[in-house]
Antibody, heavy 119, light 107 residues
Framework: QVQLVQSGAEVKKSGASVKVSCRAS????????IHWVRQAPGQGPEWVGM????????TYAQKFQDRVTMTRDTSTSTVYMEVNSLTSEDTAVYFC????????????WGQGTLVTVSS | DIQMTQSPSSLSASVGDRVTISCRAS??????LSWYQQKPGKAPKLLIY???TLQSGVPSRFRGSVSGTDFTLTITSLQPEDFATYYC?????????FGQGTNLEIK
């Protein structure tokens, strides 16, 4: 069965960086885009960007363009998202999600990774 | 960025009721509109994609429709497990923006 398993919760200081992982299983890793979505406490989801595991091409929301890097390791079927220069506004649950083969929609999601940024 | 405006922000209903949630896009997104259900502490769950196509495994009481830039999620005959927060998302132009959500509560 399709599974996306994310790394555990992180606590970081302002100005630091965090790298969250998302390991995929149960399907052909290089055939499906992976999106990252974050959700601040009590807020709606916010799209961060996406990566195609096959060639590694990425698209980021302009808001995150200068601070986010998405990468992948095809040998372990894992995608990574690194966020730099963290502030308290980056405190959120970060989800990875697979894009469906049928439409631009996310059919499978990771369990989420809570990133807490403290000053 | 495309703005997605959902209404209402909250809604109280009873088991067995029919409810409607609206989502308006600030410009055309064609039918690149999905609906998600989210329960506390969980990831969103895909219900509807392409504005009106039911995701596999989702009960048929969930229906999506579109008229221009206005999208509607209808839940016929609410069940106890349907009480959750619902979000629309456009995937026509990046960034793929979400609505602010509709919290569906038990009356």
């Amino acid at each position: 069965q399709v599974q996306l398993v994310q790394s555990g919760a992180e606590v970081k200081k302002s100005g630091a960086s965090v790298k969250v992982s998302c390991r995929a299983s149960g399907y052909s890793f290089t055939s499906y885009l992976i999106h990252w979505v974050r959700q601040a406490p009590g807020q709606g989801p916010e799209w961060v960007g996406m990566i195609h595991p096959s060639g590694g091409s990425t698209t980021y929301a302009q808001k995150f363009q200068d601070r986010v890097t998405m990468t992948r390791d095809t040998s372990t079927s894992t995608v990574y998202m690194e966020v730099n220069s963290l502030t308290s506004e980056d405190t959120a649950v970060y989800f990875c999600a697979r894009e469906s083969s049928l439409w631009v929609a996310n059919d499978y999601w990771g369990q989420g990774t809570l990133v807490t940024v403290s000053s | 960025d495309i703005q997605m405006t959902q209404s209402p922000s909250s809604l109280s209903a009873s088991v067995g009721d029919r409810v409607t949630i609206s989502c308006r896009a600030s410009q055309s997104v064609s039918t690149y509109l999905s609906w998600y259900q989210q329960k506390p502490g969980k990831a969103p769950k895909l219900l509807i994609y392409a504005a009106s196509t039911l995701q596999s495994g989702v009960p048929s009481r969930f229906r999506g429709s579109v008229s221009g830039t206005d999208f509607t999620l209808t839940i016929t005959s609410l069940q106890p497990e349907d009480f959750a927060t619902y979000y629309c998302q456009q995937s026509y132009f990046t960034p793929y923006t979400f609505g602010q959500g509709t919290n569906l509560e038990i009356k």
